[in-house]
Structure formats: structure tokens, C-alpha cells
């Protein structure tokens, strides 16, 4: 079981000193990827509810910088060399499809095919009517986006037609570097989310799950498997918990995750930032 990083991109992690040091230091300390998420908006007062806390309130500042993870995992993709990259997640559906696919197969290629494209159906209706984007059938959005990028990904010229998106014989390039394969993660923690992971995925990200729950979810993704004649193993598996500690690494494992996501916030100075990501390290990553 690997061991990621979902530590950049939001207030201090969002300094381009901090980003470097602990992209760095995450590299060197034997960390298998970098994960970056995104709002795009956060309001002061939200009415809608934060899906992965008990209280529905994200731990973020409305004030706080975010930065945009494209372009931070481009960032991040420049000063290291060998540890991959993920949006944890990208809100797919506030975005356009085809705009999307020129972005994560640009960071792809520039990354040297280190990034993977984690994807949700996002929570806050107050950031969709920023966007101008409707809340409601987000999840069907989702699932036509997921389909767009699978025909640019694989056809070139590419035509489409759909209830979102229309082309007719367009060449999107680059093409990502491994042959035009793109890993594509699936974010979220609710069964429709499992589903998407195994029609349209190559893996599954939950956040925020007590790690009690982690075996019950990962049954549901293999009964999905069943369902639609994929093997399990086929998907990755990656968790950020909301408990729990190290003694319950072996029992993940066991239980089918492929990587484990150590979630925190890193200090302000970039020396002691690298100390902290060395911290988690010895903590979290266990000799192979």
C-alpha cells in the first residue's frame, strides 16, 4: 500500500516557497503522489452542506487563498522529478469537457505521465450559481464530461454528441504521454460515486471516511465490479481518513486500498515545513 500527500494548494500550502519544500521533501521521503483539490468559490455564509464532516462545514476559511490545482500540480510538476500528481478532487462538471482534457494532458506531458485526473460531482450549490453552472443533474453532467474525455482521449479526430457537449471532427492535442492514457480517479463517498468509479474509472478516492467504514465501501466498489463485469483489481483504491492512526495500516491493506492519504496542513517556513513532511514519513511509511 502506497502512501500519498493531500497537504498543497490552500492557504500556507498555497505559497509557491511552501509548495516547493514540501513537494521536495515529499519526493525525497518516499511519497507516492501529491494530491491538490479545488474550489473555485467559498462564501461566508454557505447554506449547503460540507459532505465530509460531521458538523457540514468545511475547514477552510472563506478567505483563505486556494489555489487552482492544474496549476498548482504544474507547479509542483517542475520541481521534482519522479513523485506522481492528482486533483483531489477536480469538480468536473463547473467545467468544460473539452477545455479540461487540453489541461490534464498538458500537465501530463510536461510532468513526464506522472498525473492522474481525480474527478467529482462537487457539494456547494452556491459555487455552481457562481459559475453559472445549474446544481441539480451534476451528476449526470459528470458522467457525460467522464465520456467526453474518454473519446478525446482515444479518437482523433473525435466527434461527440450529448446533452451537454457537441463537436463534430475535432483534434484535441497533446495526447497524454503514456500512449494516451490518462488515469482517471473518481472522488467521493456515496454509492453513485462507486458506481462512476467502475463505469467510467480507473480508481476510486474517498475522503474523509472513518476508517471503520473503509472495508463496507470498498465491498460496494467490488459489488459494482461484479455488476458491470470489471475485476477489482483493476481499480485503485485510495482513501484519506478521518480517524485512525498507524496500527490500522495493515487491516487497509488487507482491505483492498492501493493508497492510503495523509491529509494535514504544513507550516509556514519552508525548513520547517520539510521537517513536517519528514514527520508524516516516519510516521506513515512503513520500510517495503
Known sequence: MRVGLHALGIGVGARPEVI????AAAEACGFARLWCGEHVVLVDAPVSRY???PDGRIAVAPDADWLDPMLALTFDAAVTSRIELATGILLLPEHNPVLVAKQAATLDVLSGGRF???????????EFAALGVPFAGRGRRTEEHLAVLRTLRTRDPASFAGEFTRFDAIRVNPKPSRGGRLPVVVGGNGDAALRRAVTFADGWYGFGVPVAEVPARIAVLADECVRHGRAPEELTVAVALSDGDPEHLPGLDAAGVTELVVVGAPPAAPDAAAAWVADLARTWIRPG
Not at 516547493?20 to 513537494?23: D, F, G, Q
Not at 492522474?116 to 452556491?126: D, K, N, P, Q, T
Open 20 to 23: 516547493r519544500a514540501v513537494a
Open 51 to 53: 459532505p465530509y464532516s
Open 116 to 126: 492522474a485526473l481525480g474527478v467529482g460531482i462537487g457539494w456547494s450549490a452556491e
